[in-house]
């Protein structure tokens, strides 16, 4: 994580979490994007997620990135707390049947006024590109 304030937030479910999300995490690193990494799990404790989604315009975040696996809940409950862009990352998962349908089918069917961005399963990467487009920072290669 950098010293700067960050600009994007990578909320996760769970701890097992953070090695599928860890190509946002370089990816971020490679465009010198500010970032900030929290573990909040939308089933286990939703008031904490919503005080996270609420709060992240005041820290200065810009766009968040939420990674879930399974019902993965996460990125439509940040999206129902706050007008920032959400990025969805369906996550896979040993305990899924369905190789991580089950989590994107969750995530890109939300009601309508409450948009989350989807990227592809254990689309880590794409979710930070996605997120460095709508900072409107340059990801060619540098």
Known sequence: MSSEAPLVGILIGSAS????????VAELERLA???????????RD??????YARGAR????RVVIAGAGLAAALPGVVAAHTDLPVIGVP??????LLDGLDA????VQMPPGVPVACV????????AALAARILNVSTASQ
Do not use: C, F, Q, T
Not at 33 to 43: D, G, N, Q, T, W
Not at 46 to 51: F, K
Not at 104 to 107: G, Q, R
């Open 17 to 24: 979490d953070r090695e599928r999300m860890a190509d946002a």
């Open 46 to 51: 939703p008031d904490a997620v919503a005080e």
């Open 91 to 96: 996550l896979r998962s040993s305990k899924s």
């Open 33 to 43: 994007i500010p970032y900030e990494l929290e573990v909040r799990s939308a089933h």
């Open 58 to 61: 005041g820290r200065g975040l």
């Open 104 to 107: 994107l089918l969750s995530i």
């Open 120 to 127: 592809g399963v254990d689309g880590a990467r794409n979710a």
